[in-house]
């Protein structure tokens, strides 16, 4: 995803990309059955493990689990449809059970010359190994400021809503009852 830093070794990068290609020919799919885009999610792990959960999540288009084990690493998955502008995260943010993702649109082109082409982005975004509790995610776009402190959308709220994954939810609960008390 554009603005985001790639920290994967380059061993494994043809992996990684492989398992992405698989990931975004599934988002495909869904947008080409005209499902309305749905939520991102959590997903058990980082990296690879995480890709191929996803992969499978997204191919087989079961329902993402929404409760892990403390002691679980959990990723949270964003994505979007195809979309001639350029999407990018700006910061992802986690606050007591609160889990903001703020992302902004840019034009596709700063030559001035608008493309035709576009493109579909998802992001991994690794959080480790969290508190027992519930957690929201919020994905909230960052208006541009315009002259006099103005802020204004980019796009349409529609268009965004058609383009970007929503909201969601998830928990981290104790193993065992001992854990529940600390």
Do not use: W
């Not at 991102?40 to 084990?69: C, H, N, W, Y």
């Amino acid at each position: 995803m554009p603005g985001t830093p790639n920290t994967q070794p380059l061993g494994v990068r043809q992996v990684y990309s492989s398992l992405s290609q698989q990931i975004y020919m599934a988002i495909g799919r869904r947008s080409e059955e005209k499902q309305p885009i749905g939520p991102g999610f959590a997903v058990a792990g980082t990296g690879r493990g995480a890709l191929e959960s996803i992969k499978k999540i997204m191919e087989q288009d079961q329902m993402p689990s929404q409760v892990f084990p403390m002691d679980t690493e959990v990723s949270l998955f964003f994505f979007t449809r195809k979309s001639s502008r350029h999407i990018y995260l700006k910061d992802v943010r986690l606050s007591k059970e609160t889990v903001t993702i703020h992302y902004y649109f840019a034009q596709a082109s700063t030559t001035g010359i608008q493309t035709m082409s576009s493109t579909r982005y998802l992001a991994l975004i690794p959080l480790g190994r969290l508190p027992v509790g519930s957690y929201t995610v919020n994905i909230v776009e960052v208006l541009k400021e315009g002259k006099h402190g103005m802020h204004y959308r980019s796009v349409s709220k529609e268009l965004a809503e058609k383009l970007i994954c929503k909201s969601f939810s998830f928990s981290i609960e104790p193993t065992t009852k001992e854990d529940a008390h600390e």
